[in-house]
């Protein structure tokens, strides 16, 4: 079945440093691809997504490419800021599919 | 500017007691979902509505049922709650059945079974 795999957390960094997340992905055909933050004690929300291959989200200085060749979605900051911590998940839903698949989320901590 | 909106926000329920969820929309999405978030698993899909009138069970559905009341509405009950329920639970909602569509989540309900 499809699913999501995500890097294990939590990623410690300073701020101004640089941010990978790493998200593979199992799905057939072409899923449209997802990132969604949590802050503490709130619902998610939408940061980024991508619909079809090669295409690239942006948002707020995060960015993540739709690769599949490898099947991957990795989310990217050049400069993290304190206010990036928060717990990140890697979703897709596939084309004829209701359901949203999420990996298992990665908190991100950003030390001043 | 409500977009999803779920009640009770906390909840302390007792073995084998019953409880609802509430959950609303008011963007007239189509597809309604509810999730549950436990440490180390993720969100985990329970039950989903694809349009009013349909309910389909996700990863998770047992010990739970769901009603779609109206466009607007979809509750979770819990009939006979067990410690294994003590989790975060995410109402949420899209518009259509593209795949590209953004899910909106509410704020969640914090329920604990003692």
């Known amino acids: 079945g499809d699913s999501v795999t995500q890097m294990e957390g939590p990623v410690t960094l300073s701020e101004e440093a640089f941010l990978t997340i790493n998200c593979t992905y199992t799905a057939t055909g072409y899923p449209s691809l997802f990132w969604y933050v949590q802050y503490p004690g709130e619902g998610l929300q939408l940061l980024l997504k991508?619909?079809?291959?090669?295409d690239k989200g942006s948002n707020k200085g995060f960015e993540a490419t739709y690769r599949k060749e490898t099947t991957s979605f990795h989310l990217e900051k050049g400069s993290v800021q304190v206010s990036d911590s928060a717990v990140y998940f890697c979703a897709l839903r596939r084309s004829g599919t209701y359901k949203y698949i999420f990996g298992t989320g990665t908190r991100l901590k950003v030390l001043a | 500017n409500a977009g999803v909106t779920q009640t009770p926000k906390f909840q302390v329920l007792k073995t084998g007691q019953s409880m609802t969820l509430q959950c609303a929309q008011d963007?007239?999405?189509?597809?309604m979902y509810w999730y549950r978030q436990d440490p180390g698993m993720g969100l985990r899909l329970i039950y989903y509505?694809?349009?009013?009138?349909?309910?389909d069970k996700g990863e998770v559905p047992n010990g739970y049922n769901v009603s779609r009341l109206n466009k607007r509405e979809f509750s979770l009950r819990l009939e006979s709650a067990a410690p294994s329920q003590t989790s975060v639970y995410f109402c949420a909602s899209t518009p259509t059945s593209n795949s590209g569509n953004t899910i909106y989540f509410g704020e969640g309900s914090w329920l604990t079974v003692v």
């Open positions: 963007m007239n999405h189509n597809s």
């Open positions: 509505s694809a349009s009013e009138g349909t309910t």
């Open positions: 991508a619909t079809k291959a090669d």
